[in-house]
Structures are given as structure tokens and as C-alpha cells.
């Protein structure tokens, strides 16, 4: 404090200069804007006397489709989790060529469980996510194609509120939320577990009512199945989540967020596994898929052009690549300078500027959840959000570069040599 009382305001705004012109704008007003924006309409509803639909209206017919490998131990729990929440839905299981019990278990269940469509599909070689997606959608004859990792658990009411938004033409794919099963099991666990109520609930939310939600959860996702065939299905992955949301926007649709069409997943327990799962997600986004790939977001002679997906384009490539660089350069440039006390007041500035950065997220998050109590008690790791997503930047930056210099996300061990030798390197 004593070294803060010495400085002038100028001084100041320029040590948190990224928050007050990049983070503050982007995270803390929109989110805040939303969040009123939100509460102003359902106190309109009340004072009014018309709240929210108790009950569900749009029921189209819906394919869950579970792709995976070596998924025997919790496909059990995925299925049963589907059994009766939903009135019209057909299932398809595709085994990606495991060596495990998954198929001889899909088929028993469907066996036990006739009442429901399903069909099992099993390769003899593994393909990779993509061409099974594509494989076990092909024996579908649904209006909505809803993709389940194997080992998600969806909650009873998914698949009622992630078809909900497609009763308005212009939504392609709804993306839904996804909550970290073993939350509290240690610190690792428990930073995931906000991460994803602040960047999916919340983040999420506001991206979807800002128009420019770029993808959906691959662990809970819905699309529309003649737009899946419009735009050939899933191409190779990684990313491959983000890849056919973006193909989808180009058509002109709509992404939407269903906030309460929620389903469980399994986080990583040791930072290790942690950091590899993130170097390999972050990759592949920003310079594979929207420079590479989908560069034409940006021109506006292109028959696909709008000015959300040029947003979106920016919005990536500004805030997932650029400040990432920037800011590890930055931060390792300080490090050389003569004197380290000043230095260290810097970081302890910005370190205190981040956390009241993560307070309205944090409201967000309480404002739009149904477990308040739960969540309440996450939020007490708020103090060490800061450290966390340095951290993932840090992952992040390396994987980004990495990319530009060798195309890494190619040389992924999860996608078979002989797809990722015949696949075009974006």
C-alpha cells in the first residue's frame, strides 16, 4: 500500500492497464450486463404475472449418440442415466474399435432394454472420434442428433432442455452444461470444477446472448441431423467439437446455450494429466481452426460472411492467442529489469486487480444456478482462480506456439497414424 500511495492514477491504470482495457470490457461488464440484463427480465415476468413454461413444448425425435473406446467400465452408468427422460429417442453405441467388454456389454443392455431403439456399432480397428461421430449418426433417422462422451451421466431433465431452443429455426446446435463429477476430490479437481461454472455457465451464457458462441461441449452437445449432413459431418480432430460448430455458423445458424441441460464428466485428479488434456484442447483453437481453416470469417467478399463470425474470429484470435504472447513476454521481460521489488508489487497489483476481475463471474454463478449451495462452496477457491489461469495460459501460449512452428495438434496420439497421415494439414 505504502508503494501504491507513491504512485499517480496514471501510474496505476497503466500496471493494470490489460484489465481496465481487455479483461474488464470483455469479462466483468458483459458478464455484468447480462446478469442484470437477466434479472431485470425475470422480475418483469413476475411483476407481470407470466413466468417461465413449467412444462417442456418442443419434442422432436432425438438420436443420443455414445462414441468411445474402452468405455466398458463407464458406459453402464451413461446408459442407465438415459433410460426414461425422454419420450422419443432412439440410441446408437459405437465401438471404436476398443479391447475391452464395451460392445458385449451394449449389446446385452439393448437386449435387456427393447423398448428402446438402439444399435450397437463395433469397428474391428479404431478410426478415431470423428469417424465414428460420423459412422454411428448414419444409422440414425432422428431430428436431432444429441453426441454423449462415454463416460458423461446426464442429468433427468438433458435432453427435455438441450432440444428446447431448436423450436426457433435459426439455432443449428445447442451446446449444454458440464459439471465436473468429482469437484471436491482435491485442489486440482476443485479449480476445474469453477473454471467450468465460470467459463460455461457463465462464459457460455453471455457469448450465446451476445450471438457469438463459437462451439459446444463435446461431452454434451445437440445438432440438428440435416445440417450434420449439409456440412459432411465431423472432419478429423482434434477440435473437432469447435470445427463443426464453426461450418455450422458459416450456413448461417445460430449456437445456442441450454444452461440446465447438464451432464457430469470425470476431471483430471493430478496436474500433470491436467496440463496435457489443456495443451492438447488449446492447440489446436485458435491458429488451426479459425486462421488456418476458417480464415474466410474475416473477409467480407466471402458468400458465408457475417459480422458475429468475424467477432467470433477476433474474439479468438485477440484473446486466446495474441494476449497470451503478450503477456508471457511481458511478464518475463519484467523479470530482467534491474531492481525485482518494484516488480513484485506489479505482480501482487495485477494479482489483486484478477480477483475482483472473478467476483462478478462469480455472482453469475449464483444468480444462474440450481445448486447455489454447492457452487457457494466452490467459490471459496476464488483467491486462487488468478494462479490457476496463469497457468493455463502459460499451457495455453506453449501449445499456440508450438502449433504455429510444427502443426502439433497433428501429431496427437488420440487421432490413429493412418487418419492423421491421410487427413490435410491445415
Same mark, same amino acid.
Request: hydrophobic content about 45%; aromatic content about 12%.
Given at each position: 500500500?505504502?508503494?501504491?500511495?507513491?504512485?499517480?492514477?496514471?501510474?496505476?491504470?497503466?500496471?493494470?492497464?490489460?484489465?481496465?482495457?481487455?479483461? %474488464?470490457?470483455?469479462?466483468? +461488464?458483459?458478464?455484468?450486463?447480462?446478469?442484470?440484463?437477466?434479472?431485470?427480465?425475470?422480475?418483469?415476468?413476475?411483476?407481470?404475472?407470466?413466468?417461465?413454461?413449467?412444462?417442456?413444448?418442443?419434442?422432436?425425435?432425438? @438420436?443420443?449418440?455414445?462414441?468411445?473406446?474402452?468405455?466398458?467400465?463407464?458406459?453402464?452408468?451413461?446408459?442407465?442415466?438415459?433410460?426414461?427422460?425422454?419420450?422419443?429417442?432412439?440410441?446408437?453405441?459405437?465401438?471404436? %474399435?476398443?479391447?475391452?467388454?464395451?460392445?458385449?456389454?451394449?449389446? !446385452?443392455?439393448?437386449?435387456?432394454?427393447?423398448?428402446?431403439?438402439?444399435?450397437?456399432? =463395433?469397428?474391428?480397428?479404431?478410426?478415431?472420434?470423428?469417424?465414428?461421430? $460420423?459412422?454411428?449418426? =448414419?444409422?440414425? =433417422?432422428?431430428?436431432?442428433?444429441?453426441?454423449?462422451? %462415454?463416460?458423461?451421466?446426464?442429468?433427468?431433465?438433458?435432453?427435455?432442455?438441450?432440444?428446447?431452443?431448436?423450436?426457433?429455426?435459426?439455432?443449428?446446435?445447442?451446446?449444454?452444461?458440464?459439471?465436473?463429477?468429482?469437484?471436491?476430490?482435491?485442489?486440482?479437481?476443485? @479449480? *476445474?470444477?469453477?473454471?467450468?461454472? =465460470?467459463?460455461?455457465?457463465?462464459?457460455?451464457?453471455?457469448?450465446?446472448?451476445?450471438?457469438?458462441?463459437?462451439?459446444?461441449? %463435446?461431452?454434451?452437445?445437440?445438432?440438428?441431423?440435416?445440417?450434420?449432413?449439409?456440412?459432411?459431418?465431423?472432419?478429423?480432430?482434434?477440435?473437432?467439437?469447435?470445427?463443426? @460448430?464453426?461450418?455450422?455458423?458459416?450456413?448461417?445458424?445460430?449456437?445456442?446455450?441450454?444452461?440446465?441441460?447438464?451432464?457430469?464428466?470425470?476431471?483430471?485428479?493430478?496436474?500433470?494429466?491436467?496440463?496435457?488434456?489443456?495443451?492438447?484442447?488449446?492447440?489446436?483453437?485458435?491458429?488451426?481452426?479459425?486462421?488456418?481453416?476458417?480464415?474466410?470469417?474475416?473477409?467480407?467478399?466471402?458468400?458465408?460472411?457475417?459480422?458475429?463470425?468475424?467477432?467470433?474470429?477476433?474474439?479468438?484470435?485477440?484473446?486466446?492467442?495474441?494476449?497470451?504472447?503478450?503477456?508471457?513476454?511481458?511478464?518475463?521481460?519484467? @523479470?530482467?529489469?534491474?531492481?525485482?521489488?518494484?516488480?513484485?508489487?506489479?505482480?501482487?497489483?495485477?494479482?489483486?486487480?484478477?480477483?475482483?476481475? !472473478?467476483?462478478?463471474?462469480?455472482?453469475?454463478?449464483?444468480?444462474?444456478?440450481?445448486?447455489?449451495?454447492?457452487?457457494?462452496?466452490?467459490?471459496?477457491?476464488?483467491?486462487?482462480?488468478?494462479?490457476?489461469?496463469?497457468?493455463? +495460459?502459460?499451457? /495455453?501460449?506453449?501449445? $499456440?506456439? /508450438?502449433?504455429?512452428?510444427?502443426?502439433?495438434?497433428? $501429431? *496427437?496420439?488420440?487421432?490413429?497414424?493412418?487418419?492423421?497421415?491421410?487427413?490435410?494439414?491445415?
Amino acid at each position: 500500500m505504502h508503494w501504491l500511495s507513491s504512485l499517480s492514477w496514471n501510474e496505476i491504470a497503466f500496471i493494470i492497464a490489460g484489465m481496465l482495457v481487455l479483461d %474488464g470490457p470483455r469479462y466483468c +461488464l458483459t458478464t455484468t450486463l447480462v446478469v442484470l440484463y437477466d434479472w431485470a427480465c425475470d422480475c418483469y415476468r413476475v411483476v407481470i404475472g407470466r413466468p417461465e413454461p413449467a412444462e417442456f413444448t418442443h419434442c422432436p425425435s432425438v @438420436c443420443v449418440m455414445i462414441v468411445g473406446r474402452n468405455e466398458g467400465d463407464s458406459l453402464p452408468a451413461t446408459l442407465q442415466s438415459v433410460i426414461g427422460i425422454y419420450p422419443r429417442l432412439e440410441i446408437v453405441i459405437c465401438d471404436d %474399435g476398443s479391447n475391452d467388454n464395451m460392445s458385449t456389454f451394449a449389446r !446385452e443392455w439393448a437386449r435387456q432394454h427393447s423398448e428402446i431403439s438402439t444399435t450397437v456399432v =463395433q469397428r474391428p480397428w479404431r478410426g478415431g472420434k470423428s469417424s465414428a461421430l $460420423n459412422l454411428a449418426y =448414419q444409422h440414425s =433417422q432422428a431430428e436431432i442428433i444429441v453426441a454423449v462422451d %462415454g463416460d458423461s451421466h446426464l442429468e433427468p431433465d438433458a435432453i427435455w432442455e438441450i432440444v428446447q431452443p431448436f423450436a426457433d429455426a435459426g439455432i443449428g446446435v445447442v451446446s449444454a452444461m458440464v459439471r465436473v463429477r468429482n469437484a471436491f476430490t482435491n485442489l486440482c479437481t476443485s @479449480c *476445474q470444477a469453477f473454471e467450468y461454472l =465460470q467459463s460455461i455457465l457463465v462464459g457460455r451464457r453471455v457469448s450465446a446472448g451476445l450471438g457469438i458462441l463459437p462451439l459446444a461441449s %463435446g461431452a454434451l452437445a445437440a445438432y440438428r441431423r440435416d445440417l450434420l449432413e449439409r456440412v459432411g459431418g465431423w472432419d478429423v480432430g482434434p477440435g473437432e467439437d469447435l470445427d463443426i @460448430c464453426m461450418k455450422i455458423r458459416k450456413l448461417g445458424f445460430q449456437i445456442a446455450f441450454a444452461p440446465y441441460s447438464t451432464c457430469q464428466t470425470e476431471a483430471p485428479t493430478k496436474w500433470w494429466a491436467l496440463l496435457k488434456q489443456r495443451h492438447r484442447w488449446d492447440g489446436d483453437s485458435s491458429v488451426r481452426h479459425f486462421i488456418r481453416k476458417h480464415g474466410d470469417y474475416t473477409n467480407p467478399f466471402w458468400k458465408t460472411f457475417t459480422w458475429s463470425n468475424l467477432l467470433v474470429f477476433w474474439d479468438a484470435v485477440i484473446f486466446h492467442l495474441l494476449c497470451g504472447i503478450a503477456t508471457v513476454v511481458w511478464l518475463f521481460a519484467e @523479470c530482467l529489469q534491474p531492481s525485482n521489488v518494484p516488480y513484485l508489487f506489479m505482480l501482487l497489483t495485477i494479482y489483486v486487480a484478477a480477483v475482483l476481475c !472473478e467476483i462478478p463471474s462469480f455472482i453469475g454463478i449464483l444468480y444462474y444456478s440450481r445448486t447455489r449451495k454447492t457452487d457457494g462452496v466452490l467459490g471459496l477457491i476464488l483467491p486462487l482462480m488468478p494462479l490457476y489461469r496463469f497457468l493455463m +495460459l502459460i499451457v /495455453r501460449t506453449q501449445a $499456440n506456439v /508450438r502449433e504455429i512452428l510444427y502443426r502439433d495438434s497433428f $501429431n *496427437q496420439r488420440h487421432v490413429p497414424p493412418h487418419v492423421r497421415a491421410a487427413t490435410w494439414h491445415w
